[in-house]
């Protein structure tokens, strides 16, 4: 597809994001999966539910543009989903991982409020009220995820992290007592 008009470029960025929801929906099961606090796994359940919903209505707004939706792979997505899968490669604390599961969400989130804006400011300037009604609700939903992860990660998960890092701290500082112990 040329991209040679503003409304081109539109449609590209309504396809591209609703490829980054797709890849999204398959993603978040395994983030569930892997979160342990229970906290964390309901509020990625949560946002599983509305990513769906958000799906289906790119799917309407793109098609009230006379566009099919499917065609376009959105690799920034594709990439940013990739960096969160490495978390689950290396060995890690629980909490730790918690505390890492919440950054790649964050990153994932970050990377739609800054799609849905730009799209959503594309559909006012082209006079598409009721598609920019809708993906307004959309950056609404995602900033509201943001902060749900912030405040997760800020008013616990975080804390626990450090404190399991702490812990390995002061196991170490046992262990190299109790080595200088047995060399003295």
């Given at each position: 597809?040329?991209?040679?008009?503003?409304?081109?470029?539109?449609?590209?960025?309504?396809?591209?994001?609703?490829?980054?929801?797709?890849?999204?929906i398959?993603?978040?099961?395994?983030?569930?999966?892997?979160?342990?606090?229970?906290?964390?796994?309901?509020?990625?359940?949560?946002?599983?539910?509305i990513?769906?919903?958000?799906?289906q209505?790119?799917?309407?707004?793109?098609?009230n543009?006379?566009?099919?939706?499917?065609?376009?792979?959105?690799?920034?997505?594709e990439?940013?989903?990739e960096?969160g899968?490495?978390?689950?490669?290396?060995?890690?604390?629980?909490?730790?991982?918690?505390?890492?599961?919440?950054?790649?969400a964050?990153?994932?989130?970050?990377?739609e409020?800054?799609?849905?804006?730009?799209?959503?400011?594309?559909?006012?300037?082209?006079?598409?009220?009721?598609?920019?009604?809708?993906?307004?609700?959309?950056?609404?939903?995602?900033?509201?995820?943001?902060?749900?992860?912030?405040?997760?990660?800020?008013?616990?998960?975080?804390?626990?992290?450090?404190?399991?890092?702490?812990g390995?701290?002061?196991?170490?500082?046992?262990?190299?007592?109790?080595?200088?112990?047995?060399?003295?």
């Open positions: 597809m040329a991209l040679d008009t503003l409304r081109d470029l539109y449609v590209d960025k309504l396809k591209d994001l609703y490829s980054a929801e797709n890849q999204i398959k993603a978040l099961p395994r983030m569930i999966k892997g979160a342990t606090s229970m906290e964390l796994q309901h509020a990625l359940q949560d946002h599983l539910s990513t769906e919903t958000q799906s209505r790119l799917e309407e707004i793109i098609s543009l006379g566009e099919r939706a499917k065609g376009k792979k959105c690799v920034g997505m990439g940013v989903l960096e899968k490495e978390l689950f490669k290396e060995k890690i604390d629980a909490e730790v991982l918690d505390a890492g599961i919440i950054a790649a964050q990153s994932v989130e970050h990377y409020i800054a799609g849905y804006g730009t799209a959503r400011a594309w559909a006012q300037l082209l006079g598409h009220e009721e598609a920019a009604e809708l993906l307004q609700q959309t950056l609404d939903e995602e900033k509201e995820a943001d902060h749900t992860l912030s405040a997760l990660a800020e008013t616990w998960i975080n804390e626990m992290a450090e404190q399991e890092d702490e390995e701290d002061e196991e170490e500082n046992q262990r190299e007592l109790t080595t200088s112990a047995w060399k003295a």
